[in-house]
């Protein structure tokens, strides 16, 4: 899913749950992907690349809370698991402290924030490692340097 779906399935469960009876219902969805590359003396040693989703639910009725996660992002598992939280909620011990703080306006750009490279995203893995290899041997190139444990190439997008 892209950051517009992502962010309209959010409120969608806030909509269900608030018409389910919680009075407040938090949501965090993530999504990432991952890749690494260990190489020793030229050569490929690991590799590893993955992708992963999450939701996670926070739901809080007359002060008593109860949290669910899930990786299955489907309609009906997200009611299912919303339905039992709320279930659980009220189960659950008041909490004087239990809510969400007030709404307040993000005024940060994250673009505005120089953490983020969009091109990494875009990085095919031949060069990923190629610039792993060639990290190593720029070490291996110090004479001083007599044996090399390796380089590591790794990205981490969420």
Known sequence: ?????????AESLVTYGEQKGAE???VLIAEGSEFSVDVREGNVEKLSEAGSKE?????????RVATASSSDLTPET????????????????????AGLPPKEAITAKVEDLGIFD??????????????????????RADKRIQKSYGA???TDVS
Request: charged share 30%; glycine share 4%.
């Open 1 to 9: 899913m892209k950051a517009p779906d992502l962010l309209g399935l």
């Open 24 to 26: 407040q219902v938090e």
């Open 55 to 63: 939701l996670a639910l926070k739901v809080i009725l007359d002060q």
């Open 152 to 154: 590591n190439f790794s």
């Open 78 to 97: 997200l009611h299912r698991l919303l339905d039992n939280a709320i279930d659980r909620a009220k189960l659950s011990n008041q909490d004087e402290f």
């Open 118 to 139: 969009p091109a990494i995203v875009g990085l095919a893995p031949e060069k990923k490692i190629a610039r792993a290899r060639e990290i190593e041997a720029i070490c």
